[in-house]
C-alpha cells in the first residue's frame, strides 16, 4: 500500500502562482518588478511560487537569466512561501544541472516536466525523470501537460515514479478531470494532486485536488484565493458565483496565446505589462481589441 509522504520544506497545497517573467522596455528581465509582483502575490495569501514555468517563458531565458529569476523569487519570498522551479530542458543533463543550481540558489521544490522537442517513449522518458528526480534531496511535484509537450504520463506511470520518495505531487493539466479521480484511486494521498489548468478548478478540488497551479493569479490573486478556499471548503454555491464570474479570464489560461493574454491581463490592473519575448510577440489589431473589451468588461463586475 503507498504511503503518503511529505517533505517538511514544502506545504504542497493551496494556491502557487506561476509567476511571468516582466520584460524591461529594453527586453531585459525587469528583476525589480518581479520581486514585487512574486511579494504582492503572497501578501494575497499563495502559498507557494513556481518560476520558470510555461507562463514564465523559460524556453526565451538565458542560463545567468533563469538563475536572476530565481535569486529574485527567493528573496521577494523569504521564508513566508517556498519558490519551486520548473525543470525543462531539450538535454537530460541541462535539466539536472539546472535543478542543482535550483537547490542552490534556495528553492525548496521542483516541478519537473518531460524533456522539450523530443518525444521519447516511456523507457525514455523515465530516465529523463529519474536522473531530475536523483540530481537534488528536494520535493518534486511532476508536471503532466500531453497537450503542450506531447508527452502523458498516465496514471500507472505515475504510480511508477512514486518509487522515489522526494515525489511528493502532480500538476494535471490534461485538462480531463477524470485524471484527479484515477491518480486518487491508484495512489490514494500519496501525492499531492494540483489542478494545471485554470477554467477546470472547481472541477478538479471536487474530484480531490488540493492545489492550484495558477495563471490568472498573476493579475488577480485576491480572487484566486479565494476561489480555492471556497472550493475546498465544500461552499460549492460561493464558490459557482466567483468563478462564473471568473471564468471567461481563466479560459484565457488555456489557448496557445496564454502568455501574451495574461501578462495583459496583469497590465489591465496595474500589475505589470504586455511585453513578452520574441517568439512571441504581444497581441495586436483586432484580436487585442476584443480581448481588452473582454477583460475590461469582466473587471467592470469585479466581486467586491
Same mark, same amino acid.
Given at each position: ?29 525587469? +528583476? ?16 507557494? +511560487? ?57 528553492? %525548496?521544490?521542483?516541478?519537473? *516536466?518531460?524533456?522539450?522537442?523530443? %518525444? ?57 478531470? %477524470? ?11 500519496? &501525492? #499531492? ?34 476561489? $480555492? ?9 460561493? #464558490? ?6 471568473? $471564468? ?12 501574451? &493574454? ?18 512571441? &510577440? ?5 484580436? %487585442?481589441?476584443?480581448? $481588452?473589451? *473582454? ?10
Amino acid at each position: 500500500m503507498l504511503v503518503a509522504r511529505h517533505n517538511a520544506a514544502m506545504n504542497w497545497q493551496g494556491v502557487f502562482p506561476a509567476i511571468t517573467t516582466p520584460f524591461a522596455l529594453d527586453g531585459s528581465v525587469d +528583476l525589480e518588478f518581479l520581486a514585487r509582483h512574486a511579494a504582492w502575490m503572497i501578501d494575497a495569501g499563495c502559498t507557494g +511560487l513556481v518560476a520558470l514555468g510555461s507562463l514564465g517563458e523559460a524556453g526565451t531565458l538565458t542560463r545567468e537569466e533563469k538563475e536572476a529569476v530565481l535569486r529574485a523569487c527567493v528573496a521577494a519570498t523569504g521564508n513566508r512561501a517556498p519558490v519551486v522551479a520548473g525543470i525543462s530542458a531539450l538535454a537530460t543533463d541541462d535539466a539536472v544541472e539546472l535543478a542543482r543550481t535550483s537547490q542552490r540558489l534556495g528553492c %525548496r521544490g521542483l516541478m519537473v *516536466l518531460p524533456p522539450y522537442v523530443y %518525444r521519447g517513449d516511456w523507457r525514455e522518458t523515465r530516465a529523463h525523470f529519474r536522473a531530475v528526480f536523483e540530481a537534488t534531496d528536494l520535493s518534486l511535484m511532476l508536471y503532466n501537460n500531453p497537450i503542450a509537450y506531447g508527452v502523458d504520463v498516465f496514471p500507472e506511470q505515475v504510480e511508477e515514479l512514486c518509487a522515489w520518495p522526494n515525489l511528493h505531487a502532480v500538476k494535471e493539466s490534461s485538462g480531463d478531470v %477524470r485524471r484527479v479521480t484515477a491518480l486518487r484511486a491508484r495512489l490514494g494521498d500519496r &501525492l #499531492a494532486l494540483f489542478v494545471g489548468v485554470d477554467d477546470v478548478l472547481v472541477e478538479g478540488v471536487a474530484a480531490g485536488a488540493t492545489g492550484w497551479i495558477a495563471g490568472l493569479v498573476n493579475a488577480l490573486p485576491g480572487e484566486s484565493v479565494r476561489l $480555492l478556499d471556497l472550493a475546498m471548503a465544500g461552499r460549492w454555491e460561493e #464558490a459557482r458565483r466567483l468563478y462564473d464570474w471568473f $471564468l471567461p479570464l481563466l479560459r484565457l489560461d488555456t489557448v496557445p496565446k496564454f502568455v501574451q &493574454l495574461i501578462k495583459l491581463v496583469q497590465q489591465e490592473v496595474g500589475m505589470g505589462n504586455e511585453r513578452v519575448r520574441a517568439p512571441r &510577440l504581444p497581441l495586436a489589431a483586432a484580436e %487585442r481589441e476584443e480581448t $481588452l473589451t *473582454l477583460i475590461r468588461a469582466c473587471l467592470a463586475s469585479r466581486p467586491v
